[in-house]
């Protein structure tokens, strides 16, 4: 053990190699620290067995260990090294909810036994080992390889905890949300320690954001264990021991939920009903977003925003980086470049451009500037161990942080977004809450944190610093702009950060690796409850040529969040940069993300009231087969459109593998079988897209931007199929709350096909109305000549064939039945 931990010193770096196993606890900041004895206690027997409710008490005469039943499929663990638990609190739940009917608690000559209806947790009395049973098929998951276990930390108190569980040998494993290596986490370790990561490569490991939650495959079946833990984690996915998985942390509670599948989805929509799901955006905001380290002063924003409009190609946000600012101070002004903010965002207003501005965490020391004389008299910003307060140099100088861990200071910070809003400031995009500083990285671990009044130092706080704080922002927001839904972006967050805002991948490079990582990182992050994300496109520092910026650019449709950002020092990036032919390939492709926008939307709807990702990776579609554990390029879009983006320079052609089911190429019609591979041409003007048979996928008309043009048609893609499928669409009024009023329509649409016949059915729930009278229908792949046609049994005659062999016709919106029937 001397000599591996003396391994792990040797080679500390900055990059991914300072992660420590399980046998050597290493501090980063003081590895010396690391050399003491370590001796490390473990449950030993279970000697007693208390239920209260629908928890469970075991202990073993001086530890105890809580399990609850949560739902019939969610069960929680805790430990208590001497018996007494922390504050149930927690930043990422923001409630348990309980949510199960019936439950028991048997004992066998081994075992006590807790079985809900689908799973039972088996704790075994002699080793305190405890594992996951599915009742139907008896598989065994999450089961314990040793008990849990712990280590007493001398230095701040507490101890490190410990899980070991086993690694089956086909076993692997999915989640962690921000991690830029390969998909399959099978093999290799972790950290969760936010940090500024600029410029990160491929697996370079922590970056910004904290999701101590995944998932493993075995047998076919999934489930997740998430470990509530807000301290710097670790999880070991069979590294150093291939029979094993672990995960520990440096404090804090061993806490952690095992959910059941057994499907991945399941999975995924268990940790969402804990951690909550991302609130509908406002519809612009999943337009097309242009960004820049900055576009300054006025004049150049203005003709970046007329820029767009000239030349036709759809946007509905430009940003404003730090340059805007007074001497980089959060909620000013820098009079010289933006001497009239108000009338400028109010003329980018009346060409459909919204204003979104940055605000950093790091308050300028400066008596006279008002934010902070406010923080400094009301004692808002956060204090060293010694009572001094924290002060690091960030782009403004010397600065100190609030503690947007204290409830008060988020509610005032919230309110002073006034001055945006009222200037008419459509979203807010929080950076450098990791936090970060110059030099040093982060806030040492000494400084001290409100947390919600349960006190705690830096390490604990650390990681849920980001999310607290653009929590702060959205909320302050969402009262100040009334009943408007808040668009904000952050760069830092922990597990539940999806209820407040969306997020981006940090400073990636132009470069196709980071393409590929870009790929990568949305899916994982949408697994990983974190649907609403998206990667800078085109690369944050380096210089894209214009054959990866458009490759980007067709990712980045396909991109829940799609947003352009470049550094400063690199040449201009905006759509039309690179001449042609890529400006008109990029024009196609943004225009492409409007035709879907009713897609679009539809599915962020069924993300946030039902829970389902809005990305879906192979591994999700299809679990069973092993061989997609490890394809990580294909994903769905919601359930119906299928995307392979290109990842190679030059590529002409590329490999893809199709799921299950029937699929049509999107550009030409062609239909595919599933479950095999095929070799799609792939010229720069196109891009792999399929779309599965029997879907209905509604299209709006181009528009310049969301809300351009009143909609007179919703134009409805249906596929034939020649067996039934389920589609939906979502409408509502698009940037309030009255969603959650009822004020919405979800349409659902039954497709059936049988050869000679195509039956669709519409059923209509909710009291939205929307404006438009009619569906034009584009039905693709009939396999027979059209005879007749009935709406609602009422027979038809203006139907025509186009020169795709597309049928053309329309119905009134709210049809409830449509047949058309063979020649
Ligand atoms: O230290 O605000 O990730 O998107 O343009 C760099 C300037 C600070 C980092 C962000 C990037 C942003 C940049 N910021």
């Not at 489930?223 to 029979?243: A, H, L, P």
């Not at 990029?586 to 897609?599: A, D, Q, S, T, V």
């Not at 569906?775 to 020169?803: Q, R, W």
Request: one cysteine or more; glycine letters at 8%.
């Amino acid at each position: 053990m001397e000599e591996s931990l003396n391994n792990e010193l040797d080679h500390i770096s900055p990059l991914n190699e300072n992660i420590p196993d399980e046998e050597g606890i290493q501090h980063l900041n003081n590895p010396v620290t690391d050399l003491k004895p370590i001796v490390k206690q473990y449950l030993t027997s279970v000697k007693e067995v208390k239920k209260e409710n629908n928890k469970f008490y075991f202990s073993d005469g001086s530890a105890r260990v809580e399990v609850r039943v949560v739902s019939d499929e969610i069960i929680r663990v805790r430990l208590a090294p001497h018996g007494v638990f922390l504050d149930d609190f927690s930043y990422a739940v923001p409630q348990v909810d309980q949510k199960v009917t019936l439950f028991r608690l048997e004992e066998t000559t081994d075992h006590y036994l807790i079985s809900t209806n689908v799973v039972t947790c088996r704790v075994s009395k002699a080793d305190f080992l405890i594992s996951f049973i599915d009742i139907h098929t008896g598989l065994v998951s999450g089961s314990d390889a040793s008990a849990m276990h712990w280590e007493e930390n001398v230095e701040f108190g507490g101890y490190y905890v410990f899980a070991t569980k086993h690694c089956q040998p086909e076993e692997n494993f999915f989640g962690l949300g921000d991690k830029s290596g390969n998909m399959n986490l099978r093999g290799r370790k972790f950290q969760n320690w936010n940090t500024d990561a600029y410029s990160y490569g491929w697996d370079q490991d922590p970056l910004y954001r904290t999701i101590p939650f995944y998932m493993g495959i075995n047998e076919g079946a999934t489930y997740g264990i998430f470990f509530d833990n807000t301290f710097r984690s670790y999880f070991d996915f069979g590294k150093e021991d291939n029979v094993k998985t672990s995960f520990w942390a440096d404090g804090g509670e061993l806490q952690y939920y095992y959910m059941h599948g057994p499907h991945m989805m399941d999975v995924v929509k268990r940790y969402q009903s804990l951690t909550g799901t991302h609130q509908l955006p406002p519809k612009w905001a999943i337009g097309y977003h242009q960004c820049r380290w900055s576009y300054y002063p006025e004049s150049k924003v203005r003709e970046i925003a007329e820029g767009f409009r000239s030349r036709e190609i759809p946007c509905d946000a430009i940003y404003l980086d730090i340059d805007y600012m007074d001497g980089y101070r959060c909620f000013t002004w820098n009079k010289k470049y933006f001497p009239d903010p108000k009338k400028m965002i109010k003329d980018l207003a009346n060409i459909g451009m919204k204003t979104v501005v940055m605000i950093d965490p790091g308050i300028k020391v400066d008596d006279n500037y008002w934010v902070f004389k406010e923080g400094k008299e009301n004692n808002y910003f956060c204090r060293r161990s010694d009572d001094y307060f924290m002060e690091g140099h960030v782009w403004p100088g010397r600065c100190q942080f609030p503690d947007f861990t204290n409830p008060e200071v988020r509610e005032w910070w919230g309110g002073l977004y006034k001055e945006l809003v009222d200037l008419g400031v459509a979203g807010v995009w929080n950076d450098m809450n990791e936090p970060a500083v110059f030099g040093s990285g982060t806030f040492p671990n000494d400084v001290r944190h409100n947390y919600d009044g349960r006190r705690g130092s830096h390490r604990k706080a650390h990681n849920v610093y980001g999310m607290q704080m653009v929590r702060s922002t959205y909320d302050g927001l969402k009262k100040l702009q009334r009943n408007k839904r808040p668009f904000t972006i952050t760069r830092a967050g922990y597990s539940g950060m999806q209820r407040y805002a969306c997020v981006w991948t940090g400073d990636n490079v132009a470069t196709w690796e980071h393409l590929k990582i870009a790929n990568i990182q949305c899916q994982r992050m949408s697994i990983s409850g974190v649907p609403f994300c998206g990667t800078d496109i085109g690369g944050f520092s380096g210089e894209p040529d214009g054959e990866l910026f458009t490759r980007w650019i067709q990712l980045g449709v396909f991109s829940p969040f799609m947003r352009a950002h470049s550094a400063g020092d690199t040449s201009e990036r905006e759509p039309w940069s690179f001449g042609e032919p890529f400006t008109s390939i990029n024009r196609k492709f943004i225009e492409l993300r409007y035709k879907l926008m009713p897609y679009i939307y539809s599915v962020f709807w069924e993300h946030h009231r039902y829970g389902f990702p809005i990305l879906r990776p192979l591994a999700m579609l299809e679990q069973e087969n092993i061989a997609n554990h490890f394809r990580q390029d294909e994903f769905t879009f919601g359930d119906k459109i299928l995307v392979c983006p290109v990842l190679e320079q030059g590529a002409t052609s590329r490999r893809i593998y199709l799921p299950k089911g029937k699929w049509y190429n999107f550009w030409s019609h062609e239909l595919l079988n599933g479950e095999d591979e095929y070799v799609i041409d792939t010229p720069l003007e196109t891009m792999p897209l399929f779309v599965r048979a029997g879907s209905i996928v509604p299209e709006y008309p181009v528009m310049q931007y969301v809300g351009e043009k009143p909609i007179d048609e919703v134009w409805l893609n249906v596929y034939y199929a020649d067996y039934e499928v389920n589609s939906f669409m979502y409408e509502d009024h698009g940037d309030t709350f009255a969603y959650e009023q009822d004020i919405y329509l979800e349409k659902k649409f039954n497709v059936k096909g049988d050869g000679r016949s195509l039956h669709i059915e519409q059923s209509i729930e909710g009291l939205y109305t929307p404006n438009y009278e009619l569906y034009d229908y584009n039905v693709i792949g009939l396999p027979f000549t059209v005879g007749k046609i009935f709406v609602d049994d009422k027979e038809i005659f203006d139907f025509s064939i186009d020169e795709q062999k597309c049928l053309r016709f329309k119905s009134n919106k709210n049809f409830m039945r449509i047949n058309i029937l063979k020649a």
